[in-house]
Structures are given as C-alpha cells and as structure tokens.
C-alpha cells in the first residue's frame, strides 16, 4: 500500500543525557525524548543520521557537523525507523508500521516524498536497509529478543528509489523462528546477515548466512554455538574481501547459573568456516552484549550494548588493541546506557546512537 501525504513535524523538547551512576567523557550528548535509536550514519563527513522511536513513532533526525539539528522527521504514526540510506537526493528509511515492512522517502530537507507498506505474513518489527548494485535492498525481520517464538522468516524487497518495487523473496524454516540483526555487503555486492534461529523447546543459536547479489544463498554457518545455552548473533561486519566478523551474544556457566558475554568470530568470507588465523572463540565483555562492528582501515571496532563499551581488535588476527570506556563508572549488570549502532565522525570521533534512562540517545566520544 503506497501512501502520500504532507510531511508532518512535531516539536520535541530536547534535553542532555544525563547519568546518575556516571560520569562520562564525551565531548556532546543529547536526548530526543522517551525512546531508542537504532542507526547512525554518516553523509560525506557533513552531516549524521540518526534514526529510531520517539514517543512510539518513527524518528529521524539529521545534524551539521557542530552537532546542530538540520531536519527533524517524525510522522504521526506509530512505528519505528530502523535502518536509514541516504545519498544527495535524501533519506531512504526502512523500519516497521501496523506490523508490516516501512519503505519511505524524504529529502535532505525533510520533505516527504513517498512511502510504502509491505505484508510479508510475519510481524515485521523492524529492517534493514542496503545499497545493492545502484539499487535499494530492505530486509523485513521479526527481533531477536521476540517473545515470539513461532513460525516467522526475514523478506528480501529490492525497490528503486522512485519506491518501484522490483523484486521480493521471503526467506522460511518451517517450525523455527528466524531474525535478521544486522545486515552488510562486500565489495562484490555480497549480503552478510547476522541470524538468530528459536525452535520451541531448544536454545536459541546464531548463524550468519551470504547471499549474492541476486539473492541466491551462498552458504550458511552457524556460529559460536554451545546448544546448551543460548545464543544470539546481532551484529556483522567484511573487511570486503577475506573475512566476516560477526558479534552478539551467548550464555556461560558460572557458579551461581549463567551470564551473558558478547562474544566475536571470524569467518572465511568464501565458505563460512571459522577463519583459520583468528581465535575460534573471543569472550568479549561479561554480561553485556555485541550491537554494532565497523572495520576501519587496519583496526576493527566492536560495541558492545550496555555502558557503550568499545573494544578496538586486530582484524588480522583477532588480537586486542585497545578498550574505551566512555563513562568511568558503569555497570554492565544494572545500567540504563543501551547502545545500538555507531559510526566513525571526522577527526577520530565515534557516535553512538542509543537510549540513556529511557530516551532516544546520541553521544560523541573521541577514540584516538
């Protein structure tokens, strides 16, 4: 269902994140009201993206590279903005309304210019978006924290950006329950997903699964799986050509029952075996929980969810470089700091987009 209709803009109050528990080191930070980000993105070094949920309703906001607002889109129903493209025409949003896909189109001003439904016979809370051979890809997806554990599956809508539909493909296993965290391309135009598999009854297991471009299935591994305990896969990242990382989280014993890790592997970007030069297995942060990578020149950088913690690692072999911490006192455990997505601003600076005591969150922090 394909709508039109004037670009709507509601005023918000605005106010700094604040922590209690903390004191942090970055150098700006600000809320949008009651809600979470989901993805940051970078336009040319001049401009950044964020969107998400404000209020139960899609958001999107842009800012210059002083951190001042630009355009502000947050239309007057309930959904969520999770995953954004833009180029110099504007922003390509996709993300969920009435429990189906959101396909939608602004310009750089903030001017609607089209939007469209999908039904894919799943609820589709929330969805990635690609840049495809000079095309668009969404990827509708249930979550992977669902209290839903029926038959669901993820759907592949490829759309130009007069919003022509091209092709769909929707992707099942019957008796299982399947999402799609985080998606990403090689430089062959290869698509990466990070999965996480429930059959009732059974832990929960990660896989990361590559399609071509023409969304042929490649090959599929699951990943980092003891089937005793849980396991979910959330976040995914190519250095283009040899390797993919992929991030999330799994349970491990301890004396008193189990916690939960982010954890990170390598795999063969050719056939998904584990990468012979890295580790088979990187414990990362104890409870706490893999939500973003980016590969950045000779260094890979993974965050981990809560407290915004950072671990910087050798993408060649798996090795430690570095930790940030951006607040001096967080703990994994108890914290309201949630990260979703991060993106590398100029001058060595990264922002993480995420909530903080409730509210759709932003922060700069300088990394090196």
Known sequence: MRIFFPFIVVILLFTACNKDETTSDFIWNKSYGTGNAKSVCILNDTLIIACGQVDDKPFLVSLHRDYKERTLINPDYNGLFSSCYTDTSGFFIAGSKSNALLITHYDLGGSFAWEDTVKTGFNVESARLLSVNSGLLAIATPDPDSLDNGDTGYMFVKFDTASRIIRKKKITAPGRYI???????????????????????????????????????????????????????????????????AGGKTENSTQNGTMVNSFLVA??????????????????????????????????????????????????????????????????????????????????????????????????????
């Open 179 to 245: 999402s799609v965290a985080d998606a990403v391309t090689d430089n062959a135009g290869n698509i990466y997903l990070a999965l996480t598999y429930k059959t009732p009854g059974l832990k929960s297991y990660s896989a990361v699964a590559a399609y071509s471009a023409d969304l042929s299935l490649l090959w599929e591994s699951t990943i980092f799986n003891n089937r005793a305990f849980t396991s979910a896969a959330l976040a995914i990242e190519t250095d283009g050509t040899n390797k993919v990382f």
């Open 267 to 368: 795999l063969n970007i050719n056939n998904g075996n584990l990468s012979g030069d890295w580790p088979q297995k990187r414990y990362l942060e104890l409870w706490n929980e893999g939500s973003s990578i980016i590969k950045d020149n000779n260094t890979l950088l993974y965050l981990n969810k809560n407290c915004f913690i950072v671990n910087e690692i050798n993408p060649s072999n798996g090795t430690d470089v570095d930790l940030l911490r951006p607040f001096s006192l967080c703990v994994s455990e108890s914290t309201d700091s949630f990260s979703s997505d991060f993106a590398i601003h100029e001058d060595n600076k990264l922002i993480i987009a995420g909530s903080q005591a409730g509210n759709f969150s932003l922060c700069v922090k300088v990394f090196r």
